[in-house]
């Protein structure tokens, strides 16, 4: 049974920086497009950034620059390395891995809060 | 990159209804439209892809169309278990758009 787990997330203060991970089992993370999204408390799911199984990687507007994301296929795990984070990037990130045909799998979501 | 617009932002209707959620994008994804559902709680779940083929396991009421731009998801006699938040996304190239702003559907 494919499982996303992450973890990494927590709260944070405003400035700091986070690395959330997503660690991937009967899934190939390298194989496959992988992406972050995320939920703000009360607002609607946001696209954060994808990585394809090409190695292209995109980011959305609003964390671009700050965050990078990448993978490593030893230990099949996707990290988002967040920096400079600010109050607004508070939220529940999700991983999203899809496979053909296509597949979608999500992880339960890691809570990030920034605050001082 | 694709933006994605959402009407109406909410909706209320009763059991039974037929239901129908469109989406416009920013700029032509010919098929490539997602639709998804998001339960309070839960993790968000795809309905439907290449804007009318229905994901493994989701009930026949669900059904998409559309083309281009222009693209709607229709409940055909809503459920109680229906009510959610349904988001539509394009991602007919890299990087994939943007999810619409969420429709949210009650029962009356």
């Known amino acids: 049974e494919v499982q996303l787990v992450e973890s990494g997330g927590g709260l944070i203060q405003p400035g700091g920086s986070l690395r959330l991970s997503c660690a991937a089992s009967?899934?190939?993370?390298?194989?496959?497009?992988m992406s972050w999204v995320r939920q703000a408390p009360g607002k609607g799911l946001e696209w954060v950034s994808a990585?394809?199984?090409?190695?292209?990687?995109y980011y959305a507007d609003s964390v671009k620059g700050r965050f990078t994301i990448s993978r490593e296929s030893s230990n099949n795990t996707l990290y988002l390395q967040m920096n400079s984070l600010r109050a607004e990037d508070t939220a529940l990130y999700y991983c999203r891995g899809v496979a053909a045909p296509p597949v979608d799998y999500w992880g339960q979501g890691t809570l990030v809060t920034v605050s001082s | 990159d694709i933006q994605m617009t959402q009407s109406p932002s909410s909706l209320s209707a009763s059991v039974g209804d037929r239901v129908t959620i469109t989406c416009r994008a920013s700029?032509?994804?010919?098929?490539?439209l997602a639709w998804y559902q998001k339960k309070p709680g839960k993790v968000p779940k795809v309905l439907i892809y290449?804007?009318?083929t229905l994901q493994s396991g989701v009930p026949s009421r669900f059904s998409g169309s559309g083309s281009g731009t222009d693209f709607t998801l229709t409940i055909s006699g809503l459920q109680p278990e229906d009510v959610g938040t349904y988001y539509c996304q394009g991602y007919n190239r890299a990087p994939p758009g943007t999810f619409g702003q969420g429709t949210k559907v009650d029962i009356k």
């Open positions: 290449a804007t009318s």
């Open positions: 700029q032509a994804i010919s098929n490539y």
């Open positions: 990585i394809y199984r090409e190695g292209w990687t």
């Open positions: 009967d899934f190939t993370v390298s194989g496959n497009y």
